[in-house]
């Protein structure tokens, strides 16, 4: 079955990088945009962004636009987020979800990893 | 930059009917979906393109669209359905962002 299996756990300093994996199984990785988003203790769903797996292109909401950098490696099956000049804020659970033409949005998400930035 | 106005709660009692509105200036443009969050779990979709139900969510779940409200309708609320619930839709200015509501806490009482 259609699978998102994400990366552990991160605690890092402020100022530095966090990257973050998303690995898909169960079907075609080529055919799904994979999007980002993150959630606050206690706060909304927030888009980041996406990444078209067949060709790399991508798409970020302007409030991370110059911090985020999402990849892909097609032969791991594999989506990247990475975030820059981490500050406190930035303390949340990140998700990957897959995006279904059918339904129009992500019907598919990745369990979700924690990212905890402390000075 | 574009968003999507939600109350931040509604409180029903079991069996009732909840109805969850979501107000954005694009709207009648872009369809919206709607996601159940429990604590600790990743979302679940209910219902996308403003009305439509994916395979197995309960028939009380079922969605409306009147020029720039979208309205969530849990027909029979249970205590299962407490939970958080966002709106989502897209920018209609060609930016090809998405953007989520600030999320209604359903309680059930």
């Known amino acids: 079955q259609m699978q998102l299996v994400q990366s552990g756990a991160e605690v890092k300093k402020t100022g530095s990088s966090v990257k973050v994996s998303c690995k898909a199984s169960?079907?075609?990785?080529?055919?799904?945009?994979l999007h980002w988003v993150r959630q606050a203790p206690g706060q909304a769903l927030e888009w980041m962004g996406w990444?078209?797996?067949?060709?790399?292109?991508?798409n970020y909401a302007q409030k991370f636009q110059d911090r985020v950098t999402i990849t892909r490696d097609r032969s791991m099956s594999t989506a990247y987020m990475e975030l820059s000049s981490l500050r406190s804020e930035d303390t949340a659970m990140y998700y990957c979800?897959?995006?279904?033409?059918?339904?129009?949005?992500?019907?598919?998400w990745g369990q979700g990893t924690l990212v905890t930035v402390s000075s | 930059s574009y968003e999507l106005t939600q109350p931040p709660s509604v409180s029903v009692s079991p069996g009732q009917t909840a109805r969850i509105t979501c107000s954005g200036d694009?709207?009648?443009?872009?369809?919206a979906y709607w996601y159940q969050q429990k604590p600790g779990q990743a979302p679940v979709l209910v219902i996308y393109?403003?009305?439509e139900r994916p395979s197995g969510i309960p028939e009380r779940f079922s969605g409306s669209s009147s020029g720039t409200t979208v309205t969530l309708t849990i027909s029979g609320v249970q205590a299962e359905d407490e939970a958080d619930y966002y709106c989502?839709?897209?920018?209609?200015?060609?930016?090809?962002?998405?953007?989520f509501g600030g999320g209604t806490k359903l309680t059930v009482l």
């Open positions: 979800a897959a995006y279904n033409s059918k339904t129009g949005t992500f019907d598919y």
């Open positions: 393109k403003d009305s």
């Open positions: 169960g079907y075609t990785f080529t055919y799904r945009y």
């Open positions: 694009a709207l009648p443009k872009q369809y």
């Open positions: 989502q839709s897209a920018d209609s200015s060609g930016t090809y962002a998405w953007v």
């Open positions: 990444i078209t797996p067949f060709n790399g292109n991508t």
